[in-house]
């Protein structure tokens, strides 16, 4: 059996201001597929949560069904887990279409990591953003 991975990254340049994601599923060591998009004005929470929830969405369309996520936001991953209340209102909405989302696998894990083990996610988010930023200039 294959073991699915899916690291997501996102961020924002000003907070709230121009916010992309970066996304990649694996199989196995594998790069499976990927995805990043261009968010236009978020808060970095708010594309934190668009890049998981778009992320399980890429892994459905991919047919995988049991699945580890990853994200180096803390937060996001206290918050899915129910660790942390959430109180602000869009969050609660995005973490509503998670849910729903993730009752589509048979298994699904949430795991914070550190920046330095998500870099390729991150390094996504910076070259929409650089692109977006020199597009304006």
Do not use: W
């Amino acid at each position: 059996m294959s073991n699915y991975s899916l690291f997501t990254d996102a961020g924002s340049r000003g907070n709230p201001g121009n916010a992309a994601y970066g996304i990649f599923l694996f199989e196995d060591q594998k790069l499976l597929d990927f995805k990043g998009k261009y968010l236009g004005i978020k808060t970095n929470n708010q594309a934190e949560f668009i890049a998981l929830k778009d992320g399980l969405g890429l892994a459905i369309k991919n047919e995988i069904t049991n699945i580890n996520c990853f994200a180096d936001s803390e937060l996001l991953i206290k918050q899915i887990n129910g660790e942390y209340k959430i109180k602000n209102m869009e969050l609660k909405n995005i973490i509503e279409d998670i849910k729903s989302l993730s009752s589509m696998f048979e298994t699904i894990t949430f795991t914070h990591i550190p920046r330095e083990k998500n870099k390729l996610a991150d390094k996504m988010v910076n070259i929409i953003l650089d692109t977006v930023q020199h597009d304006k200039s």
